[in-house]
T-cell receptor, first 114, second 112 residues
Framework: NAGVTQTPKFRVLKTGQSMTLLCAQD?????MYWYRQDPGMGLRLIHYSVGEGTTAKGEVPDGYNVSRLKKQNFLLGLESAAPSQTSVYFC?????????????FGNGTRLTVT | LAKTTQPISMDSYEGQEVNITCSHNNIATNDYITWYQQFPSQGPRFIIQGYKTKVTNEVASLFIPADRKSSTLSLPRVSLSDTAVYYCLVGALDTGRRALTFGSGTRLQVQP
């Protein structure tokens, strides 16, 4: 049981380039989330999804787009990367939409934009 | 959003009990309180969750007073491997679609 898997683990982009981060979960969870974590800070929610085909904005959505075409996958896209998007990106999933459904996290993607 | 406030850092020694308190003054009626642990280069890991009174599992205890405006994570007899950042998370994605937002966490350093 792999849980939540993120690819790639590391990536370096030049300003203006685009890329897609992939998150896959094998727990049949309805809810999936993308967070970013900057040095010395907590996690900030970028976008989330409450089911296949749905997406919603979180706390810091600007500069990112997401898609949830399949229940098990949640993609995070950067259309034109900026140095301010240098961060560690974490994907998470949960089985329910209430606060009593713990989040299961992947091990992150470390992105550097030069 | 239910904003949380935690101490930035705490120090302890092996074998001691550690208590980390989180304040959440505007917690909503349907909010649960969840604590996560994060090691460097890893995603956060669920530790314990509660709604009211006391919850205990094999890892920790969670104490929640009657007014639910704060909660305390208790780690019994910590070891070096408990050195990590601990996050208190309060909220629910209910019909209002409120987002789950983490605070800055408490960095616990356990020394020999």
């Amino acid at each position: 049981n792999a849980g939540v898997t993120q690819t790639p683990k590391f990536r370096v982009l030049k300003t203006g380039q685009s890329m897609t981060l992939l998150c896959a979960q094998d727990m049949n969870h309805e809810y999936m989330y993308w967070y970013r974590q900057d040095p010395g800070m907590g996690l900030r929610l970028i976008h989330y999804s409450v089911g296949e085909g749905t997406t919603a904005k979180g706390e810091v959505p600007d500069g990112y787009n997401v898609s949830r075409l399949k229940k098990q996958n949640f993609l995070l896209g950067l259309e034109s990367a900026a140095p301010s998007q240098t961060s560690v990106y974490f994907c998470a999933s949960s089985y329910g939409d209430r606060g009593n459904s713990p989040l299961h996290f992947g091990n992150g993607t470390r992105l550097t934009v030069t | 959003l239910a904003k949380t406030t935690q101490p930035i850092s705490m120090d302890s020694y092996e074998g001691q009990e550690v208590n980390i308190t989180c304040s959440h003054n505007n917690i909503a009626t349907n909010d649960y309180i969840t604590w996560y642990q994060q090691f460097p280069s890893q995603g956060p890991r669920f530790i314990i969750q509660g709604y009211k009174t006391k919850v205990t599992n094999e890892v920790a205890s969670l104490f929640i007073p009657a007014d639910r405006k704060s909660s305390t994570l208790s780690l019994p007899r910590v070891s070096l491997s408990d050195t990590a950042v601990y996050y208190c998370l309060v909220g629910a994605l209910d019909t209002g679609r409120r987002a789950l937002t983490f605070g800055s966490g408490t960095r616990l350093q356990v020394q020999p």
